[in-house]
């Protein structure tokens, strides 16, 4: 697909023009610069060009590449990938500030490759200034594309810009490089947890890339992103997020925004892996989130990671799976994988223990098997006494999938207790292998709606 990389300088406007041309909110927006850090991809479209869209992070140095902080080498890394992968440059200014030093060092760099490149103009809600297409003039480029991605100006004659480069492209292209290689939905899978629990270091472990920027030091995430991914046939797209912290230490409005957008991948998610430090002990944090996932019916997969850190292996894994199994009751046999996400050991399980849950996960019974479960279960231990009256489950049906969430009509629905509600929900995951999974049963008064009138 025809690739458009979004480069320039700190808050110039990319990700606003990447959001506007994406039609959606994908990458966060912030006054403070140097919020994009990894870059990020999507598909785009103006009117009727599809496209591949890149958005970069803004480095703020007129020498990139000879750079020695190790957080800004890593994504002036991500910039030149970028760069690489593209088939037309939008190198973005800001119409308010004209030509930086910063914009000249850009240029330089961009004159450099073999790449067509187009000039936006962003923030240009009035004409610019004579000055300022002067100075742009000076730093080699065509006339520029003025618009403003905020609002929404503009885009007209960017199109008008970009249609010929779109054009040559196609008629360039392989007939056959559109053909899909795995035409089935992926499974959406999102990586979350505490600020450097290693959510990062997985997934690059996983695609086998340096995609997204990993270091000792804590919160290098700060934009919820995506990278598809193919494992034993099955198609993904991985989710990394910012690292979620205690909500009274969450203070600034920008980390108000990456809690909130790592928050939203788990509701869109399907699976979400609990990346948990094998060297810190298991905080209330953890289980918060832990909790959060449960509640949102998704499948909750616990990775234990830097177990290569830890001197007792066993001792650590014995005392984490108990703890688990204490605090987290809704999901019986939950999912536990433990791995060293930087040498790559036990990786793989991952996978294997998201494929099986995700399956239970999908899987429905049948009413008659149920209520023939049912029976067998309320002879041979049932439900407690209310005010002298047995109380009766006349009837069960699974009334969705995804999670498996099943109705129970009973005569008396307030006085059966939750330890026989927990009760049933332990002997279901037993007798039908939903083991792994959030398991939802619903008490509802009145008569069996299915029985004969």
Not at 17 to 33: C, S
Not at 154 to 170: F, N, R
Not at 178 to 187: F, H, L, R, S
């Amino acid at each position: 697909m025809f690739t458009i990389t979004l480069i320039g300088r700190p808050n110039v406007g990319k990700s606003t023009l990447f959001n506007r041309l994406a039609g959606k909110k994908l990458a966060i927006v912030h006054d403070e610069p140097g919020v994009t850090r990894d870059r990020r991809m999507a598909e785009g479209a103006l009117a009727d060009l599809t496209f591949s869209l890149i958005d970069t992070p803004g480095i703020e140095t007129e020498h990139m590449p000879k750079k020695t902080d190790a957080l800004l080498k890593s994504m002036w890394a991500q910039t030149e990938k970028a760069i690489e992968e593209a088939d037309l440059l939008l190198f973005v200014l800001d119409s308010r500030e004209g030509i930086t030093h910063l914009d000249k060092g850009f240029a330089r760099h961009i004159r450099k490759q073999d790449k067509p490149c187009v000039l936006v103009l962003n923030k240009a809600e009035s004409a610019p200034t004579a000055d300022v297409l002067s100075e742009i003039e000076k730093i080699g480029f065509s006339t520029p594309v003025p618009l403003s991605a905020e609002h929404g100006q503009g885009l007209h004659l960017l199109y008008e810009v970009l249609q010929p480069h779109y054009d040559a492209y196609k008629e360039k292209e392989s007939p056959s490089e559109d053909i899909e290689e795995n035409p089935e939905k992926p499974i959406n899978l999102a990586i979350v947890g505490r600020p450097n629990a290693g959510k990062s270091t997985l997934i690059n472990q996983i695609i086998e890339e340096e995609r997204f920027l990993t270091g000792p030091t804590a919160g290098l995430t700060r934009d919820t992103q995506s990278v598809s991914f193919h494992q034993n046939g099955q198609s993904y797209l991985l989710f990394d997020t910012a690292g979620l912290r205690k909500k009274a230490k969450v203070v600034h409005d920008l980390e108000k925004i990456m809690a909130k957008e790592a928050k939203r991948a788990i509701q869109y998610a399907e699976v979400v892996c609990l990346v948990l430090d094998a060297t810190m002990p298991l905080e209330k944090q953890d289980l918060t989130i832990a909790h959060h996932i449960i509640e949102e019916g998704r499948i909750l997969v616990i990775v234990l990671n830097k177990i290569d850190l830890v001197e007792d292996l066993n001792a650590t894994l014995k005392e984490m799976r108990l703890r688990l199994g204490e605090e987290l009751p809704q999901v019986v046999g939950l999912p536990f994988v433990h791995v060293s996400a930087l040498s790559g050991r036990n990786v793989e399980k991952v996978f294997d223990a998201v494929g099986a849950a995700y399956t239970t996960w999908n899987q429905r019974i049948t009413t008659g098997k149920l209520n023939q479960w049912l029976d067998a279960v309320q002879h041979h231990h049932p439900p407690p006494l209310s005010k002298g009256r047995r109380v009766k489950i006349r009837y069960m049906t699974q009334i969705k999938s995804r999670p498996p969430t099943f109705a129970l009509f009973i005569s008396q629905p307030k006085a059966l207790p939750e330890s026989y509600l927990r009760y049933l929900k332990n002997r279901l995951a037993k007798d039908f292998s939903l083991s792994g999974v959030p398991l939802r049963l619903l008490p509802r008064g009145g008569k069996n709606p299915y029985a004969p009138k």
